[in-house]
């Protein structure tokens, strides 16, 4: 498996405060690996510097080994990286399935285009994401009036719009039911088996990371603290210890997981 | 070295009143987020009530009771204007309140001219401080010297309200969230309309404490709104320090210009203020103003479509209409009709940036005024012909746009506002100080179409082509990919960033095309008229076209034209009232009150009710 994202050293300060602190790491082709801490660990920080918001004090970031360190969002994007965002950001005053066109359209390199009329251009390539996500029978609905759940599969048809090699997920069930919280993790794994994808994602619920990840890292004030798999990350008692305060927990979880 | 200090302490002095009315802006902007263009009106009220009452008030205690009596009678005229005419349109979408704060500013116009009547009123001198005090060697009126005295005092009791009393602590949370603090249980309609009390009490306190040094007329609201905007924004929106640093700075700045530099004093403040943002974006004390942070409020909004076949046909019939009607109808109604196709042009060529950029320029009239001069300055000094002149109008002020655009798409929402005013107010003075180029106050005239486009009907046929010509386009490119990265900029700049858009850009071009557009108008305008004078240059200008786009509805396509059209007919026919002022003002209240989305939207609504139309999905 090749490597598609590589961090080397990552760290930024705001103020005194070390918010991320040389953080390296890994991530592979068709891999779905999770980014988990306690709150305030970092792990916006360390995607905001990822996609391009945020400008590292240090280290580096590459793509398919080409920097891109300090290279602004859409430069990042155009290079085959899509991201979902923790608070949704979408175009209410569009249709579902024109917020796709409209990232279809980018992706086209057609954002000046004068003709022809917008909502022509692509719409069966953007039936086909909003089928994939099962947003299909909502595709002429005005995107206002969506539920949270729907603009964030919405959010998935975008980021996919440009057929990403890498997709970075800020926090993708955040607000959401269990329920549709698994079916959405769930179909995020497939379109990673079917297309080939490598998906970063931070996560707060650890039913869906342990379901779900191929791999976990653990953020904590900043620092990495533990990597691996996700028996390795369960019986890690560091992680046990500033995680969750103590290891019962993961060991009630085990058993119903189990059984 | 006695002409600087004398001089310094008249500006110090004159910054008394500045703060004041800047102060109350501020506040009132802060915590309800109204852009309250009525402010110079309770400034100018201000001071003809003070006048009034110090006629009436005998004596030093009369004189500076009077002047507090002002602020209480003043604060209770805005009270009247917030419960009326502000409180049924807070849940319009961002901006729209301005609109009816405009019809607020005719109204009192016409109130004032009622009352006390046209001629300038000179202001009582205060007891006791008639006189003035030599300071090395120049004179300084005692009165100046009790400004100077005063003013900190003011700041400070305001102050001392904002930062140490529970009501100051209720208008901070408010400015920084007011959905919380409605939801801790704090009524917002009433702490809203105390703190209108507030800001207008300020405004008329400013406008009587300057009776003895200015007295009152009928320009006052005018002329200082743009310097309390200037003041504001150099200041940094919402922060009281920052005001009364700014309106020291503007007015110090502005005693001096008039000694050492003549021709700088009608733009000194705007450089003044175009240096400040391009250096502190949010002004010398303001915070940077988190996008998003106050939301959308009332309904969510409809995707906009192509429109239908039957709506098609209602426009062609229309255009018809339009083509024919001046051939039958006496030749005045040619004339109106061409008046109106211009204004509607330049306001379909803002609504394109306001309604799908969400950009809100306040100096439009830069790029109509700017199309107009290019197109009279080419006839006058060129003798160029009227074909090649509406050709460059357009592109010259295109050009204007692209450069004054590139400058102010760094900044956002208000300050992006305040930054084009700075630049059309700089168009403005420029054209109305550079007399041998332009003619100065007098103007550009006899300007007039060539031999086969003289007759009214031809250059309204002209008129018509080009017009609606450029109002196609606009319509074509808000349906093109261009008009969605547009609207998409708008709605969220972080997605669109994020999929690879190059928002500024985006917003450039269209601010490029919005004033080339505008400048077609400006020229079509010169030839129409026969002559360019600076004021289609000025404010008024650049206000006349924000609330006609505005009023016809921010969020449909057609909003600026059927608000051009609207606006401009009942413009026609009101001016033949001696109070036409008063009648328009009260128009534009009804329209703001009666129909928040706008005339365009209104009319969708009442058509949805009736059954002419389907209603769209509302869930939320």
């Not at chain 1, 997709?167 to 079916?183: I, S, Y």
């Not at chain 2, 500006?11 to 309800?32: H, P, Q, Y």
């Not at chain 2, 329209?591 to 509302?618: F, H, K, M, Y």
């Amino acid at each position: 498996m090749s490597t598609v994202l590589s961090v080397r050293g990552l760290s930024k300060s705001f103020g005194g405060i070390r918010a991320v602190d040389d953080v390296s790491f890994d991530l592979a082709q068709g891999e779905l690996l999770a980014l988990i801490g306690p709150n305030g660990a970092g792990k916006s920080t360390c995607f905001n510097m990822m996609t391009g918001h945020l400008k590292p004090d240090g280290g580096t970031v590459s793509l398919n080994g080409t920097p891109i360190t300090g290279l602004k969002p859409r430069r990042i994007w155009r290079l085959g990286v899509g991201r979902t965002f923790q608070i949704t950001a979408t175009y209410a005053s569009m249709t579902v399935v024109e917020n796709v066109q409209m990232a279809l359209i980018s992706h086209h390199r057609r954002v000046f285009a004068l003709r022809p009329y917008a909502h022509r251009l692509y719409r069966d390539e953007a039936l086909e994401l909003l089928d994939l996500v099962g947003m299909a029978a909502q595709a002429d609905r005005a995107c206002a009036v969506l539920a949270y759940g729907d603009l964030k599969r919405l959010e998935l048809a975008i980021a996919l719009a440009h057929a990403p090699g890498l997709l970075l997920m800020d926090e993708p069930t955040a607000g959401m039911a269990p329920g549709e919280r698994a079916a959405l993790m769930q179909l995020v794994a497939d379109i990673v088996a079917q297309r080939q994808l490598s998906v970063l994602f931070t996560e707060h619920d650890m039913d869906t990371v342990f379901a779900h990840a191929h791999r976990v890292m653990v953020l904590n004030r900043g620092r990495l603290i533990a990597k691996g798999p996700v028996a390795h990350i369960r019986a890690d008692p560091e992680v046990q210890q500033v995680y969750l305060g103590g290891g019962t927990l993961f060991n009630a979880l085990d058993t119903s997981t189990d059984a | 070295m006695g002409l600087f200090i004398a001089q310094l302490l008249t500006g110090l002095a004159n910054a008394g009143a500045l703060f004041m009315v800047a102060s109350g802006l501020s506040l009132i902007f802060g915590v309800t987020r109204i852009v309250n263009f009525a402010h110079g009106s309770f400034y100018m009220l201000g001071a003809y009530v003070g006048y009034t009452l110090m006629q009436v008030l005998p004596g030093a205690f009369g004189f500076w009771g009077a002047i507090l009596l002002t602020g209480v009678v003043v604060g209770l005229v805005g009270v009247i204007v917030e419960i009326l005419v502000l409180r049924p349109v807070y849940r319009a979408p961002e901006l729209f309140q301005l609109v009816a704060t405009f019809g607020v500013i005719l109204v009192i116009q016409d109130l004032a001219l009622m009352i006390w009547g046209p001629q300038d009123l000179l202001g009582p001198r205060a007891p006791g401080l008639k006189g003035i005090v030599r300071i090395m060697g120049e004179p300084v009126p005692k009165y100046d010297l009790a400004l100077i005295a005063i003013t900190p005092f003011v700041a400070l009791a305001l102050w001392w309200l904002i930062a140490r009393t529970r009501v100051g602590i209720l208008v901070r949370a408010a400015t920084q969230d007011r959905e919380m603090v409605g939801a801790l249980g704090v009524n917002q309609s009433w702490l809203f309309t105390g703190v209108f009390f507030l800001g207008c009490a300020l405004a008329g306190l400013g406008g009587a404490v300057q009776l003895p040094k200015g007295g009152a007329d009928l320009l006052m609201d005018f002329n200082i709104l743009a310097s309390i905007f200037v003041v504001v924004v150099i200041g940094g929106m919402g922060s009281l320090p920052g005001a009364y640093l700014a309106a020291v700075l503007v007015s110090v700045l502005n005693v001096f210009g008039v000694t050492y530099l003549p021709q700088s004093t009608l733009v000194l403040m705007f450089v003044v203020m175009a240096l400040v943002l391009m250096i502190r974006p949010y002004g010398l004390l303001g915070r940077e103003e988190v996008a998003g942070d106050h939301g959308q409020s009332g309904e969510p909004e409809r995707p906009i479509k192509p429109a239908g076949a039957r709506v098609r046909l209602i426009v062609a019939a229309g255009l018809a209409v339009l083509a024919v009607v001046p051939l039958l109808a006496p030749s005045w109604i040619a004339i109106l009709a061409t008046d109106i196709l211009i204004f509607c042009l330049f306001a379909a060529s803002l609504h394109f940036l306001l309604g799908l950029g969400g950009l809100v320029s306040f100096g439009h009239a830069a790029f109509f005024g700017g199309g107009a001069y290019v197109a009279a300055l080419l006839v006058a000094h060129a003798g160029t012909p009227m074909e090649l002149a509406l050709l460059l109008a357009p592109l010259g002020a295109g050009l204007l746009a692209m450069i004054i655009g590139w400058v102010c798409l760094r900044l956002t929402g208000v300050y992006f506002a305040m930054l084009t005013l700075a630049f059309a107010q700089l168009l403005w003075s420029l054209a109305y100080q550079w007399g041998e180029v332009t003619g100065g106050d007098d103007g550009l005239v006899d300007i007039w179409p060539p031999d086969w486009a003289t007759s009214n009907l031809v250059f309204f046929y002209l008129t018509l082509v080009l017009c609606i010509g450029g109002i196609l386009a606009l319509r074509h490119a808000a349906h093109a990919p261009f008009g969605y990265a547009l609207r998409a900029a708008r709605d969220s700049a972080r997605q669109a960033e994020a999929t690879g858009i190059h928002t500024r850009a985006v917003q450039w071009v269209a601010f490029a095309l919005a004033g080339a557009m505008a400048g077609l108008a400006g020229g079509l305008f010169v030839f129409a008229k026969g002559s360019v004078f600076p004021n289609e240059l000025e404010i008024t200008r650049s206000f006349d076209a924000l609330i006609v786009v505005f009023l016809g509805g921010v969020k449909t396509l057609s909003g600026g034209v059927v608000g051009g059209a609207v606006f401009e007919s009942a413009k026609d026919m009101l001016t033949r009232f001696e109070y036409w002022r008063l009648a328009l003002g009260l128009t534009i209240i009804a329209v703001v009150v009666l129909a928040p989305e706008g005339i365009v939207g209104g009319l969708r609504r009442l058509g949805e009710r009736i059954g002419l139309l389907r209603p769209s999905e509302q869930e939320t």
